[in-house]
Each structure stands twice: as structure tokens, then as C-alpha cells.
């Protein structure tokens, strides 16, 4: 007999997990409290696998952080990935920004909702129904981990989705067995016992077959249309290089990366809303509280690493390389090109210097383009078939950061034009001397 293919191993496996409740109802003899501690289980074990499955995901998110934002966007603005041993495939650093809103305030926030309706229901946990509700967790957690083994890795699934389309199934599991503990966890006593629990298990169970049928479906719900799927999701391009070798190339020393990493994230935390913190722990030193004080400046200083690291990896191991007509961001950590900008789509260019740049004696070379880099914000997730390609290869403004020389990048940059331009100075000049040149006379005349 053919063994079923990875994906639909991951469909009986999903199924599988879901069993767990109506056998523990018909064999074990739940309770409605083991019964809804089992749902909030799953959905902390969705939770976990969520978080597994974030950094591998392929696709570019849409509609989410902008390059604009200084602490996640030069993150998730960042192209290429990073192998990783054995059979895992290569993980994106890209996908770093969603993994850490996830497991610092998502996913907590989604188990304090979960813990909170469960606590609705007036539950009585004994031993026993703390035994039984582990024994449920542990069935549904073997039976989410198959499911992302064959289909998320096994199968592919991980090329199909984005760091943001991962978070979905979670958010629609945790509304519906929210809105079913809440809407009738309180009257569990008043029904009878056995027929309560059928029609509860029988819910969830089409809840769940519901959401099966929708993944293979092109019919798109109002989850989808608020927050997207795998479909609504872009499709990664790789930005174009010239193949021919590069006429001038530059990148920031590591002194002056670091520096300049140190310098953003002191500057961030003075002015964006960490400004608080600094606010909080003066308020405590005030009162007497120097021990609790620290809390608060260790966030600051979180938020602070944070910013530092991402401006890092934005500006320290990127190479600027110059193709005469061409200029091209290439990250050499990722071995991957960025960005790419066209001489002809420089609207103009400007030479800047920041503390950085006074105390190392380097400059910062702005080119401005014409392209509208405003956020596309939009009150739904756009239909499939709508959903703008990747623009990569797009002329966007550029800034090259910290160089030594100012002058010799925006004349690389001008390339053969600025060549033909000295020649034909040297020239001029050269005619003119000779025009003007004062004749010697002859000894014959």
C-alpha cells in the first residue's frame, strides 16, 4: 500500500489531535472542566509549533512592519538566509521582528485571553483533572508536531507562507474556543452532562474540519480578508547584480559600524516611547525603590540592544559596490544583494555628516529617487490575484553610510560619464596652454 503523502499526513495528524477530545469524553469520562482545560492546551501548543515554524517561512510579508520603523524594520527589510545543519531548511533573518512580537507579547497575550475565559467557567482542578488535562495536552502536542514535521517541513509548507501567514491559525483557534468557553463554559452546570459535552465536542469538531476546508479552498473568509493567508502573501524576487566586477566598492570599517550601532540605540531610546522607562526608574529612585528601578532600564536597554543589532546587520556587513551606471547594496553575511539603484533614477544627491561621521571624519551619500516609499495601508489584505509583486529591482532612495571619501563614490557612481568629462577637461585645458604658450624665437631670423 502507498504511504500517504507529507501533507496528508499532516491532515490525519491534525485530525488525530482533534480526536483527543471526544475519546476523552467517551472512554476517559471528562468533565467539562478537563474538556476546556484540554482547549486551552491546544491552543498553547499551537502556539508553540507557531513560533517553530516563523523563522522558516519563505514568503515576504504583506502589509506589515515598514522599512520606516527604526527598531524591526532594517530587520525585516533584509534579504537572503542562513543554512542550517541536517535537514532543516535555511531560516531568514527577516522573519526575526515576527518571531520576537510573537513570543514577547502575542503569544502571552493570547494565553492570559485563554487562561482568562477558562477561568470564566468556574473550574474545579484536582489532581486528577490536572492529570487528565496533561494527558489531553500531551496527545494534542504529539499530534501538532507530526502535522508541522511532514507538512510544514516534510511537504514544503514553509515556501507557501510568510512570518505573519504562520500566526493565523492561532489567532482564529484562540476566537473560537474563546467565543465557545465564554458563551457556554458558564451554563455547563445547568445542561445535562453527557449531551452538553457531545454538542460542545461536536462544535469544536466542525470548527476544525471548517478550517481544514478552508486551507485547500479558494473561498476567502473574513479572517482571510482581514489578515491574509499563504495566498495574500509575496513571492520573494532576488534583486539583480551585474555579473561584470564592480569599478569601486565601500563599506563601513567595524569600528565605525559598531559606533554607529551604539550611537542609534542610545539615540532611540531617548527619542521614541522608551523615553518612559528612563521616566519610570527616575520616579522610583525619587521613592526610595533602587532595586526596582532596574527594572525598567533593563527594557530600555532591551529595546536599545534591539535597535542596535538591527542597524548593525543593516550598515555593517553591506557593501556598497559601484557598476558605473549600477549601484548595488550586497549583504557579504548573507552572500545576497539587497537593493539595487539606477544612475538614471537619482533625482538627486546630497553628502551629510552625523556624530559618527565628525568623530571618525567619514560622510553619509544620500541618493533621492522619485519612488513613493510611503507605507500601503489598507483596511483589508487584498484579493490573490491583486497582490503586488516583490520590488525588489525598484529605484528607491539609497544611503551609503560612513565613507571615506564622498567624492570618489559619487564619482564611481557617475562612471564613465565623470570620465569622459575629466578627459575631455584634460584636454581643454591642454589645447589652451598650447594656444596660449609664448613662441620662442629663431636664431636664424
Request: proline share 8%; net charge negative.
Amino acid at each position: 500500500m502507498r504511504p500517504p503523502a507529507p501533507r496528508d499526513s499532516g491532515v490525519l495528524a491534525v485530525l488525530a489531535s482533534n480526536a483527543v477530545a471526544p475519546v476523552g469524553v467517551l472512554f476517559l469520562g471528562w468533565s467539562p472542566t478537563v474538556l476546556f482545560g484540554v482547549f486551552v492546551a491546544e491552543i498553547a501548543v499551537v502556539l508553540c509549533w507557531t513560533l517553530v515554524k516563523i523563522p522558516f517561512a519563505v514568503k515576504r510579508p504583506n502589509n506589515a512592519i515598514g522599512d520606516g520603523d527604526r527598531l524591526f524594520g532594517p530587520l525585516q527589510a533584509k534579504r537572503g538566509s542562513v543554512s542550517l545543519p541536517g535537514p532543516l531548511p535555511p531560516c531568514y533573518p527577516r522573519n526575526v521582528p515576527t518571531f520576537l512580537i510573537a513570543a514577547f507579547l502575542l503569544v502571552p497575550l493570547e494565553l492570559g485571553v485563554a487562561f482568562l475565559t477558562f477561568s470564566l467557567t468556574d473550574p474545579v482542578v484536582t489532581e486528577e483533572v490536572a492529570g487528565q488535562i496533561l494527558l489531553g495536552g500531551v496527545g494534542v502536542f504529539v499530534g501538532r508536531g507530526v502535522e508541522t514535521v511532514t507538512g510544514y517541513f516534510a511537504a514544503g509548507g514553509y515556501r507557501d507562507h510568510s512570518a505573519r501567514s504562520v500566526l493565523l491559525p492561532p489567532f482564529k483557534l484562540l476566537f473560537a474556543v474563546g467565543l465557545l468557553m465564554f458563551a457556554v463554559g458558564p451554563f455547563a452546570v445547568e445542561f445535562d452532562n453527557e449531551a452538553f459535552l457531545a454538542a460542545l465536542v461536536g462544535l469544536k469538531l466542525l470548527y476544525d474540519l471548517r478550517a481544514l476546508q478552508l486551507e485547500r479552498s479558494e473561498k476567502r473568509g473574513v479572517f482571510y480578508r482581514l489578515y491574509g493567508s499563504e495566498e495574500t502573501e509575496i513571492e520573494p524576487v532576488p534583486v539583480e547584480e551585474p555579473k561584470r566586477a564592480p569599478t569601486y566598492r565601500t563599506t563601513p570599517t567595524r569600528a565605525v559600524a559598531l559606533a554607529d550601532a551604539a550611537y542609534r540605540s542610545l539615540r532611540y531610546t531617548v527619542t521614541s516611547g522608551v523615553l518612559w522607562c528612563y521616566g519610570v526608574a527616575a520616579a522610583l529612585v525619587f521613592f526610595g525603590a533602587w532595586t526596582v528601578a532596574l527594572a525598567p532600564l533593563a527594557l530600555a536597554a532591551a529595546f536599545g540592544a534591539v535597535r542596535g543589532t538591527s542597524r548593525y546587520l543593516a550598515t555593517g556587513p553591506v557593501e556598497f559596490r559601484c557598476y558605473d551606471d549600477v549601484l548595488v547594496a550586497h549583504d557579504t553575511l548573507l552572500g545576497e544583494p539587497q537593493s539595487r539603484l539606477e544612475r538614471d533614477a537619482v533625482t538627486d544627491v546630497s553628502v551629510s555628516t552625523d556624530a559618527v561621521d565628525r568623530l571618525f571624519g567619514t560622510e553619509t551619500v544620500r541618493f533621492e529617487t522619485d519612488a513613493d516609499t510611503g507605507p500601503d495601508v489598507q483596511l483589508t489584505v487584498p484579493d490573490p490575484e491583486e497582490v503586488n509583486a516583490d520590488d525588489a529591482n525598484a529605484n528607491h532612495p539609497m544611503t551609503v553610510p560612513h565613507v571615506e571619501d564622498a567624492a570618489a563614490v559619487r564619482a564611481a557612481f557617475d562612471g564613465g560619464e565623470a570620465e569622459a568629462e575629466a578627459e575631455s577637461e584634460t584636454e581643454t585645458e591642454t589645447e589652451t596652454e598650447a594656444d596660449t604658450e609664448t613662441p620662442v624665437p629663431n636664431r636664424d631670423d
